[in-house]
């Protein structure tokens, strides 16, 4: 697995290289299966770090411009996603729910940050 | 405590809430034990910050530079007007308060486009004010300084002193 971003990224961060090599995989093989986003919280399960070990490792990725951070708006009451959106400021224009019908107050939705691939090397056709 | 936590949280906007998402993975990353991620979630922490005081700004950037730029004008013309009007002496006090206002309102507009940090704000008020004190001579304190105390002081008598009278 390579792409001159990707090693870029990596002769950057030295010392977190082979974190960062098994993370591309891991998102390789989270895309490769059908997702379209990385959860922190899933990738630091795989990955055996914290949740916040996980985020910065995305957040460096998405710094050499492989990934993007994006944030899914969820319906409280059915789960399903209502938006996916790259700037925080549009969650707040709230969509409104069909699955509901209606428009959830604030305590009724729920937002995910995630990590949209944003390289040739971490989508499917790689 | 957590009953008001959870209270908070419920009342927060879904963009408010993504960003306290993105503080607390990046706290939780500050306490890793690779060095390397712990300086790396500072740096995009800082980074966090920075970008979210600009976006959380009262007021837009450009009406900050314009209020900036006719600040600065104004101060140029008054400092001028100052020291061709009046005694050098005078000018220049009056130059250097004109220029403390001036620094001041800057601050004050970049403070609330959210370029300026609250702290670096009250650091810039406090060398100000430290400024400023040194604008006023302190010539105009001495007289007050000099004068002689003599309520509530007992004085004895020497040879050298005057004799009183009855």
């Known amino acids: 697995m390579s792409s001159p971003k990707f090693e870029r990224v990596k002769r950057s961060n030295p010392r977190i290289?082979?974190?960062?090599?098994?993370?591309?995989?891991?998102?390789?093989?989270?895309?490769?299966?059908?997702?379209?986003?990385?959860?922190?919280?899933?990738?630091?399960?795989?990955?055996?770090?914290?949740?916040?070990?996980?985020?910065?490792?995305?957040?460096?990725?998405?710094?050499?411009?492989?990934?993007?951070?994006?944030?899914?708006?969820?319906?409280?009451?059915?789960?399903?996603?209502?938006?996916?959106?790259?700037?925080?400021?549009?969650?707040?224009?709230?969509?409104?729910?069909?699955?509901?019908?209606?428009?959830?107050?604030?305590?009724?939705?729920?937002?995910?940050?995630?990590?949209?691939?944003?390289?040739?090397?971490?989508?499917?056709?790689? | 405590m957590a009953t008001g936590r959870k209270k908070r949280k419920d009342a927060l906007r879904?963009?408010?809430?993504?960003?306290?998402?993105?503080?607390?993975?990046?706290?939780?990353?500050?306490?890793?034990?690779?060095p390397d991620i712990r300086a790396a979630a500072i740096e995009i922490a800082k980074n966090t910050s920075v970008?979210?005081?600009?976006?959380s700004a009262r007021v837009r950037p450009a009406t900050i530079m314009v209020a900036s730029t006719l600040v600065l004008l104004g101060a140029i013309a008054a400092c001028w007007y100052a020291l061709v009007h009046y005694p050098v002496a005078l000018g220049r006090s009056i130059s250097g308060i004109i220029i403390l206002v001036a620094v001041l309102l800057i601050a004050l507009y970049a403070l609330l486009s959210g370029h300026l940090s609250q702290d670096n704000f009250m650091k810039l008020c406090i060398a100000a004010w430290e400024w400023g004190k040194g604008l006023f001579p302190s010539s105009s304190r001495t007289p007050v300084e000099r004068l002689p105390v003599t309520a509530g002081t007992e004085h004895s008598p020497t040879g050298d002193d005057p004799p009183s009278r009855p």
Do not use: M, W
């Open chain 1, 17 to 126: 290289a082979e974190l960062l090599e098994r993370l591309g995989t891991y998102i390789q093989n989270q895309i490769q299966s059908g997702q379209t986003y990385v959860v922190p919280k899933l990738a630091a399960a795989a990955l055996g770090l914290n949740d916040g070990e996980a985020f910065v490792l995305l957040e460096i990725l998405a710094a050499g411009g492989l990934l993007q951070r994006i944030y899914n708006l969820y319906c409280g009451n059915t789960g399903i996603v209502l938006a996916t959106v790259d700037d925080p400021e549009q969650l707040d224009e709230i969509p409104h729910c069909d699955d509901c019908d209606e428009d959830h107050r604030l305590s009724g939705l729920k937002v995910e940050v995630a990590f949209a691939p944003n390289d040739a090397l971490f989508t499917k056709a790689a």
């Open chain 2, 14 to 34: 879904p963009s408010e809430e993504a960003h306290r998402q993105v503080v607390d993975l990046l706290e939780l990353g500050e306490r890793s034990s690779n």
């Open chain 2, 51 to 55: 970008n979210q005081r600009v976006q």
